[in-house]
């Protein structure tokens, strides 16, 4: 049997919560870490009825996309509907899992997600996250350099784009003294020491800062480790907000339109006003993601999907772009796609459920 907290890790591994924005309350917000998992029921919001869909399949763990418990909550007695899932949830010991923007920041979670189900090349984030990147500097004896180097690599960091296992290497000579109470790798105690060390330096997101450190000072021959952390305003170019890609082949803006309404299902869009021009770059956000519409716009977007538009919005789009709103509900639905290829990898051995639940609050005739 798996925890629920293994459960979870696996996607707290995945879509760190680190990445979350201020506002946000994503994690396991009801539950014991400790439970063992009978089965995963999958959604993108909690209601009183998923709940009772989890009690009926003796499944104990509900993964969501949106939080149940967004703000404070002052009183739990069954007159919202938030309560009375609280309640029900508690009372049948199901767990409760919420990934929200943290995995919309994911350059391979919610948007990546959408440029597939849209065919999109050359895919990367339109906005990516800046101040999240550190650089790693450490000096370690000549011989032991490449070892060092690869353990940082498969630590995580290193990657650069499209490029892997990226460092710079500058060769020197440390020099030390030690004491007493010393246990040198090398050197003599008491006695000035001088050794040929190689300075490697890399980067990597600081999400995995503790992870990479406890490696190098596990690996390192050194029994006191020399080592240097900065703070770096390059961009990630795999974190951030939206994305943006190419149509394989670009497509009529009418017959574009009615793509999305197949692709999404949606019965109605909301767009500005036809440029009568081919739709070849798409930019997207799932969720509410209007705060992009000038990023589009400067990445020279044609379009740009997204959803919770307001009406003096889409003046904004002043013919320079066409401005799309799918539906909050309709541009995340696939998030689900990306739990489920997760855990489906990860565990085998219990079943792993799509809700049968509407829990799109906006209806459409």
Not at 187 to 213: A, D, F, S, W
Not at 294 to 299: E, G
Not at 327 to 334: L, T, V
Request: glycine fraction near 6%.
């Amino acid at each position: 049997m798996y925890s629920v907290a293994q459960v979870t890790n696996c996607i707290t591994d995945f879509a760190p919560i680190t990445y979350q924005e201020p506002y946000d309350n994503t994690g396991l917000q009801i539950g014991s870490p400790s439970d063992d998992v009978t089965g995963v029921i999958l959604t993108l919001d909690v209601t009183e009825q998923v709940v009772d869909e989890a009690i009926h399949l003796k499944s104990n763990l509900i993964i969501s996309h949106h939080p149940l418990i967004f703000s404070g909550i002052k009183s739990i007695t069954g007159n919202t509907d938030t309560s009375k899932a609280i309640i029900k949830a508690i009372r049948n010991h199901i767990s409760i899992y919420c990934c929200h923007t943290n995995i919309d920041n994911l350059g391979v979670g919610v948007n990546h997600k959408i440029a597939e189900k849209l065919h999109l090349q050359e895919f990367r984030v339109l906005k990516p996250l800046t101040g999240d990147l550190r650089k790693l500097i450490f000096f370690v004896p000549t011989d032991h350099a490449e070892r060092l180097r690869n353990v940082v690599f498969e630590a995580g960091a290193g990657h650069i784009g499209n490029y892997d296992c990226c460092s710079f290497n500058s060769p020197g000579n440390g020099t030390f003294r030690p004491s007493d109470q010393a246990k040198p790798f090398v050197g003599e105690l008491n006695q000035m020491h001088t050794e040929p060390e190689t300075r490697v330096e890399t980067i990597y997101p600081k999400h995995l800062e503790k992870k990479l450190i406890a490696a190098v000072l596990n690996a390192h021959p050194y029994e006191e480790v020399a080592y240097d952390i900065y703070s770096i305003n390059n961009q990630n170019p795999t974190m951030g907000a939206g994305a943006i890609g190419r149509l394989k082949e670009p497509m009529d803006e009418l017959a574009f339109l009615f793509f999305l309404k197949e692709t999404f299902n949606i019965p109605h869009l909301r767009f500005s006003k036809l440029r009568e021009l081919p739709v070849n770059r798409v930019a997207l956000c799932g969720g509410s993601g209007s705060f992009l519409l000038n990023d589009a716009i400067h990445a020279g977007a044609d379009v740009f999907l997204t959803s919770d538009i307001k009406y003096h919005q889409f003046f904004e789009a002043e013919q320079k772009i066409i401005l799309i709103d799918i539906g909050h509900f309709e541009s995340e639905q696939f998030t689900l796609e990306i739990f489920y290829e997760l855990l489906t990898k990860n565990f085998s051995n219990f079943a792993v459920c799509f809700t049968k639940v509407r829990t799109n609050p906006i209806n459409y005739i």
